[in-house]
């Protein structure tokens, strides 16, 4: 009997006032019932395990795919963006390494500073050098011009103090 046969039944049923009948039938029908959901509910759980199990596969192919996608992706942003960027530097720091090379060539070419100071010290030692020689014949000259009387003993001595950078020796 289908649903609405049933309806139509009871229906009958209670209008003819045979409660008894009608509660003997629902019983009858409400354990007819509950089999029934029992049994649909026992196949329902197995259908939605079935299913469950398939969309787990499902999503994990998905996964899978999507994973290579991704892979694949990054490979073409580091081939295509990153990685002529890293051979930009490479050559860059190509040309760096042949300043630096050159630079340093020419610091180890140039003379340390212990060398200079002492080729300071020599110019310094040759210049008073050609000072005093320079000073002596300054005096000389002072000294053979005042023999002759062409300086007085007074402008010899103011020579001496204007002029002289190292002091006489003779009076």
């Known amino acids: ?59 994990k192919e998905n996964n899978t795919v999507l994973v290579k996608e991704i892979v694949a992706q990054v490979g073409e942003v580091l081939k ?22 050159s630079l340093e060539k020419k610091v180890t070419n140039l003379p340390d500073k212990s060398y200079l100071d002492d080729k300071i010290a020599d110019l310094k030692g040759e210049l008073v050098v050609k000072m005093k020689r320079g000073n002596e014949k300054a005096d000389f000259t002072v000294g053979l011009l005042h023999e002759r009387g062409v300086f007085t003993e007074d402008d010899v001595r103011r020579i001496q103090k204007e002029f002289q950078i190292f002091p006489s020796q003779s009076p």
């Open 80 to 101: 295509q963006q990153i990685l002529p960027q890293i051979s930009t530097l490479g050559e860059r720091l190509d040309s760096l390494e042949v300043k630096v090379d």
């Open 1 to 59: 009997m289908t649903s609405s046969e049933h309806a139509l039944y009871y229906t009958h049923m209670l209008d003819q006032r045979d409660l008894t009948q009608v509660g003997n039938l629902l019983k009858e029908n409400s354990e007819v019932l509950r089999k029934e959901m029992k049994e649909n509910s026992e196949v329902l759980r197995k259908e939605m395990k079935e299913n469950s199990e398939v969309l787990r596969k499902e999503m």
